[in-house]
């Protein structure tokens, strides 16, 4: 009996040593092949005009690179979908009380910073509640809202923000980032603004600042945060490179210190075009410019009269403006929301370049007068239409005005350009010092424009057309004063007719943005950029080399 276990045993041995053999035979004497797969590695390093000062969320409007690092390397309790819509974040969820005036967020409970503590309802409370601080260097509009907010947490995972009214554009508030509440740990307001954070920060986003040394070197590295970018990544960093001007900027990527150019200007567009190796992709961002028309009784414009307005906005063609001032880098739009809103609403443009409607138009108004030989139109009392056009010197403005007057002269109107430094150009805005004012507008994803257009704007707010319209005022009030978003949609769609119908003001174009990489970046592929970080989204595809791998050749099929 143990005898033939023995040999069970020794047979079973020998019979395992010749399929072994057998299978590694096969293996040595099958075809290899060599194979090109992307070879992970190297730092990408992209260029922006500017410099950092405070990556901090709480501390980064004043400042467009801050603005952009920080969209990198913070979150809020929500963001905004493709759709434009509001949806989680670092929250989980939340809901809003019955009578409107509470909003509790649940957080997540899998949320950390990138120095691995868990984000919790603390950090919620101390970066909000800052913002309410006097000795914290908030925006007047930003502490004045907050101030209003009772803040509460219950427990880790749990804050209810308690609103005086019901106010449904708060949730706009909470795409701000947050800021790690331990790691300020007994420091005031003010030393908040000062903290070597600022210049190192931790977040919660896609990226993570390496160190501080850029604030010498003037080379900022982020490393991929693994938590976000769970598919792994190919590229060791992104690095950010900073100079004072576009003409720099383009210098260094055509010598080769650089792999991409956040942000393309027009100034530099043509030359970088025709560069072989760059590619180049243009989408929308969330920017937009209209003209203003100043319709308040006690300034005493001319364009007052609607007649007036619908002639200049017929006789403008929009399109020219954006090829002359803009290097066609913008696009024709109508209303005053984006596509992007919930709130747009396509229609036809009511004022579409027209030139026979144009002088129609211009001579239903009291300017009807245009006296042989005459290039300007005038009243019966003899006085010129001549308009003041207000607009920021030293900037793309200057170009829009300058489309602008050389389109209306045509039409018998003596255009007084108006270029003024930014501070003094607002203060002519609200002193109403101007006929007609060029705007660019950089709307908040929430589409409430109750600031802007509502009849109180007029007096305390950014109304500067003086736009005097009850039912306009109202559908924004109400609007605003629910939750229900199907109640909301329909008192912006009754606003737009309003504003379509009386033309306060005519929307131009939307601004393009163009991203510039290089040939040499593999596996690149950019849609629409509503912020910074969303023309990473397909980074872990990116790669700069190849390598080569033997692998065994694919068996063929019989013909």
Not at 27 to 56: D, H, K, M, W, Y
Not at 85 to 104: C, F, H, I, K, M
Not at 200 to 211: C, K, L, R
Not at 504 to 529: C, D, K, W
Request: charged content about 20%.
């Amino acid at each position: 009996m143990k005898l033939n276990l023995r040999w069970q045993i020794l047979l079973a041995v020998v019979c395992l040593s010749l399929v072994l053999s057998l299978l590694s035979f096969q293996v040595q004497t099958a075809n290899l092949c060599t194979q090109t797969v992307p070879a992970s590695g190297g730092i990408f390093v992209e260029g922006v005009v500017g410099l950092p000062r405070q990556i901090n969320p709480l501390l980064s409007d004043p400042n467009p690179v801050d603005q952009e690092l920080v969209s990198l390397i913070f979150d809020g309790l929500t963001r905004y979908d493709a759709t434009g819509r509001l949806v989680p974040n670092l929250a989980e969820s939340w809901q809003v009380s019955d009578d409107g005036l509470t909003v509790q967020f649940t957080l997540r409970d899998d949320a950390h910073w990138q120095d691995g503590e868990p984000v919790t309802a603390a950090d919620v409370a101390f970066s909000y509640g800052l913002l309410q601080d006097e000795a914290f260097p908030a925006p007047a509009n930003v502490r004045a809202l907050w101030q209003a907010v009772t803040i509460r947490t219950d427990g880790d995972w749990s804050v209810s923000f308690d609103l005086p009214s019901a106010y449904a554009p708060f949730l706009e508030t909470t795409t701000r980032g947050l800021i790690p509440a331990h790691l300020f740990d007994g420091m005031s307001p003010a030393q908040v603004v000062t903290a070597a954070f600022n210049q190192a920060p931790v977040g919660t986003g896609p990226f993570m600042v390496e160190d501080a040394s850029w604030t010498r070197t003037g080379r900022l590295h982020l490393l991929p945060n693994p938590s976000y970018w769970q598919q792994g990544i190919q590229l060791d960093a992104l690095e950010f490179r900073f100079f004072a001007d576009e003409e720099a900027l383009l210098a260094a990527y055509q010598a080769g210190e650089l792999q991409a150019i956040n942000r393309v200007y027009p100034a530099i567009l043509a030359e970088l075009a025709a560069s072989p190796d760059v590619r180049l992709f243009t989408t929308t961002q969330p920017r937009f410019t209209e003209i203003i028309f100043n319709v308040w009784p006690d300034a005493g414009s001319p364009v007052a009269e609607f007649e007036l307005r619908a002639g200049l906005a017929y006789g403008l063609d929009r399109q020219q403006v954006i090829d002359e001032a803009m290097m066609g880098q913008a696009f024709p739009l109508d209303g005053p929301y984006l596509p992007t809103s919930w709130a747009y609403r396509s229609v036809p443009a009511p004022f579409s370049h027209q030139p026979v409607s144009a002088t129609v138009s211009l001579n239903e108004s009291s300017y009807n007068i245009l006296p042989d030989g005459a290039a300007t139109r005038q009243n019966e009392a003899g006085a010129p239409l001549q308009l003041r056009l207000l607009f920021i010197a030293d900037s793309e403005q200057a170009a829009v005005a300058a489309a602008i007057a050389r389109q209306w002269e045509t039409l018998g109107v003596q255009v007084e350009p108006l270029g003024l430094a930014r501070d003094e150009y607002h203060q002519a805005l609200v002193d109403r010092a101007f006929d007609v004012a060029v705007v660019t507008v950089t709307p908040a994803g929430d589409p409430d424009l109750y600031d802007f257009w509502s009849q109180e704007a007029i007096i305390r707010g950014q109304n500067y057309s003086g736009w005097n319209n009850r039912r306009a005022s109202e559908a924004l009030e109400t609007a605003r004063q629910t939750w229900d978003p199907a109640v909301r949609a329909e008192e912006y769609d009754r606003f737009q007719r309003l504003f379509a119908s009386e033309l306060p003001a005519l929307t131009l174009f939307q601004h393009s943005y163009t991203y510039a990489i290089s040939a040499g970046v593999n596996e690149v592929s950019i849609g629409r950029i509503d912020s910074p970080r969303e023309r990473y989204e397909t980074m872990p595809q990116w790669f700069f080399l190849y390598r080569d791998v033997t692998v065994i050749c694919p068996e063929e099929t019989p013909g």
